[in-house]
């Protein structure tokens, strides 16, 4: 079996980058959208496992995204994680009413990421992985 | 330059005072004055929400008004507009407390002078202009701060996280070997980040709390799981500096209402600040026990053998920004909000915070937190029965997921919906929903205490499930719904028996419901 495939939506190109390496050393392959509209485009195009999205970006944002995303059949009920620079307290709820499986802070501790990444894509949690307990933004 | 004509307002019921202010405008331009004359403070009240009104001079002995509660229905009625109180010789001390009251200025009637009162009127309007102006710069100000301080963490987080990103791919090795002093100086730039991050999440936190967004999860929760989790978290921190931390908690201390991500957030201020003013080979201590001045609170009490604080900056020390002055303390202190959000994150958990210290000696923060007391929460739904023999029913409301597992986010997203939904079920004098009693594998539990039999408990049932069917909102995706009740028999009140005894019996019997419906699920769960 092939890897699963990432598409990370975020207009900063350094986390983009950042987020490219951590995910590829963990055998993930990574495709990339900078803005709203290419980021549809290429999900359509790459139809990926999962999604990281970014609130903040060009041309709409993540939750334009997020609805535009649930009106194509075939892009429906792709795992979206949002991680984002936004205050927790004032978007966790919204992301998540908008289709997101869970909603980070930026910057995001490796470990967390790569657990939620795991328990969306239903894979086993490593036994080095720490418990998240973040029951909600401090 | 032709002026618009000055709207007066003249309230006095006395003809002969109001005839000497009318003499006194006579010597003005004409067309530059228009007095309107009223003599009770009903009439001025109708008058001046018309408004229209640039100035009021109010006599603060009116059939239907008098002294100071004058000046505050003027204000009221007209914030904005200036007021200048008219006082008998004998009447100064009045009219000084008006003043602060809010009226402008005063005249003392008899003294004065023809040409001064046109004067004294166009200053006041003239004070009264810069005033509002300058309160409402004021306001637009904080706005404007809140704003560029909740804007600038938000921008602050991107390229911290690229900072994090790179740092720990580095550590990691993913872009190849590093010697030990490589690697040690990534540990500094990573433990700075840590220290921006918190920095940024203090800002954010302060808008909050002026702005009074500051949410808080009252539940019944343990201070102990709080600071085993603060000692772990920081401990790494301490041995870094050669400091000793090490928590001593009181055996079987009870369960506290607050909230627990709170507390965390409390207690690692207070330590994280402990570690931070000890010396290498110093120690830190969390203790917590039950109060011995008031048995309904716990006290968390962190101490440390650093320099101290001197006794008269231990209340200061909690005001916002507040930063130590002394020079020798080594490098940077962070922003001085630690200590302030404290203070308010332990005030809106009915708890208080002091510091206690001696220079050279540590310091030490004590902070008190409400102890949890099932009585106390039923108390509303026994005390209404007069009869005090009630018949108890327990409501049980699970939500599980059909997956097994509820995400965090989910989790808490849907308990805020349930929990505000089922809060509108209620009778509100007769049922009483508990706060979270705890962990319940991977459902999540709700309890309704209702006064009522088991036919009231099945009504109950029932009418909170279709409430819950009915909610979009709350019915998505996975997550399954279900509600039971479990009846106790009357709770009798004997005959010599205090209320307070027979509410712990009632407490006592709740509780063993409640602990027998939580275990039962942690077996169905494997857990």
Redesign the interface.
Known sequence: MGNKKILIVDD?P??RH??H??LK?NHYDTFFAADAVSSVTEARKQEPDLIILDL?LPAGDGFVVMERLKKVPSLALIPIIVVS???A?AN??RA??AG????L????D?AELLAVIR?ALGEPAQPTEPV?????P? | MSEKALQVLLVEDNAGDARLVREMFRSEKPGSVKLTHLSLMSEAVTHLEQGGVDIVLLDMGLPDGHGLDTVRRAHAAAPTVPVIVLTGLDDEALAASAMKEGAQDYLIKGQIENRALPRALRHAIERMRMQTETDAIRTDQIQFKDEFLSHVSHELRSPLTAIYQFATILQDRLAGELNPEQLKYLEIVLRNVKQLQSMINDLLEVTRVQAGKLVIDLQCTSASDAIDYTVNTLQGAAEAKGITLVSDIQNRLPQVCADPIRIRQILIILVDNAIKFTPASGSVKVHARISSEDPHFVVLETSDTGRGISPDMTERIFERLFRVSDSDLAGRQGLGLGLYICKELVERQGGKIWAKSFPGQGAVFCVTLPIFSLAKLIAPALRNEGSGEVPITLVIIEIGSRTGWLSNELRAEQCHGVRDLLQRCLHSNLDVLLPKMAFAGSAELFFIVAATDEIGGKAMTQRILEQLGGCEHIQQRDVIISTSYRSLEKVERGESESIEDYLRKAANRVQGLVDDEISSRMVEHGQ
């Open positions: 900063d350094d986390v950042g987020m390496i951590r050393a903040g620079a936004r205050d307290r966790r709820a998540i009413k997101a499986m869970a909603f802070q930026k910057p995001v490796n328990r998240v307990h973040d029951l909600g401090i």
